[in-house]
T-cell receptor
Framework: GAVVSQHPSRVICKSGTSVKIECRSLDFQATTMFWYRQFPKQSLMLMATSNEGSKATYEQGVEKDKFLINHASLTLSTLTVTSAHPEDSSFYIC?????????????FGPGTRLTVT | GQNIDQPTEMTATEGAIVQINCTYQTSGFNGLFWYQQHAGEAPTFLSYNVLDGLEEKGRFSSFLSRSKGYSYLLLKELQMKDSASYLCAVKDSNYQLIWGAGTKLIIKP
């Protein structure tokens, strides 16, 4: 149980275009979803926390207008990287929790490798 | 500020035992997690400690001392597939996960 999927697993896009990444909880209702970014040889950096039906809470330094997060249902959250630039190339990972505020265990998706050319 | 420290890299021999240490300084404590992450993949959950002591799960064990802000992950009977990064993470008073940079474990035959 507790499976989280992400789509796509890999995406290459041109600079200036937008990319949408989906995160789905397959067998549980994810009240809270988290979006992380990980650069090579670095640890996970939390970008934002989203609760179903409400606006996402962004971490300091993360531009909310550039990284649009929509958590429209209890099983789906999307991250859209708008006007992507090469420096946005990274490994994006979502995680989901059944508990409000993410107090319970977080289940991770397999990640999405974004390359911006 | 909040800080999680763990060694950058460790090397061990197949069949041996290795201990990966983690020290933390966080605003509040609501549990400590260990995750395994293979290159290019997302982290997978290994263990969770919220009370002091040792939690054993097969070849892996995790220890916590809250008074010392210290934990370790013990891996026994090492296998080549254990080569990965091991991430220590602490949930702070806001239930936010604070991540260490990870320890890259290299297993040699």
């Amino acid at each position: 149980g507790a499976v989280v999927s992400q789509h796509p697993s890999r995406v290459i896009c041109k600079s200036g275009t937008s990319v949408k990444i989906e995160c789905r909880s397959l067998d549980f209702q994810a009240t809270t979803m988290f979006w992380y970014r990980q650069f090579p040889k670095q640890s996970l950096m939390l970008m934002a926390t989203s609760n179903e039906g409400s606006k996402a809470t962004y971490e300091q330094g993360v531009e909310k207008d550039k990284f649009l997060i929509n958590h429209a249902s209890l099983t789906l959250s999307t991250l859209t990287v708008t006007s992507a630039h090469p420096e946005d190339s990274s490994f994006y990972i979502c995680s989901a929790s059944e508990d409000p505020g993410g107090s319970g265990e977080q289940y991770f998706g397999p990640g999405t490798r974004l390359t911006v050319t | 500020g909040q800080n999680i420290d763990q060694p950058t890299e460790m090397t061990a021999t197949e069949g041996a035992i290795v201990q990966i240490n983690c020290t933390y300084q966080t605003s509040g404590f609501n549990g400590l997690f260990w995750y395994q992450q293979h290159a290019g993949e997302a982290p997978t959950f290994l263990s969770y400690n919220v009370l002091d002591g040792l939690e054993e799960k097969g070849r892996f064990s995790s220890f916590l001392s809250r008074s010392k802000g210290y934990s370790y992950l013990l891996l026994k009977e090492l296998q080549m597939k254990d080569s990965a990064s091991y991430l220590c993470a602490v949930k702070d008073s806001n239930y936010q996960l604070i991540w260490g940079a990870g320890t890259k474990l290299i297993i040699k035959p």
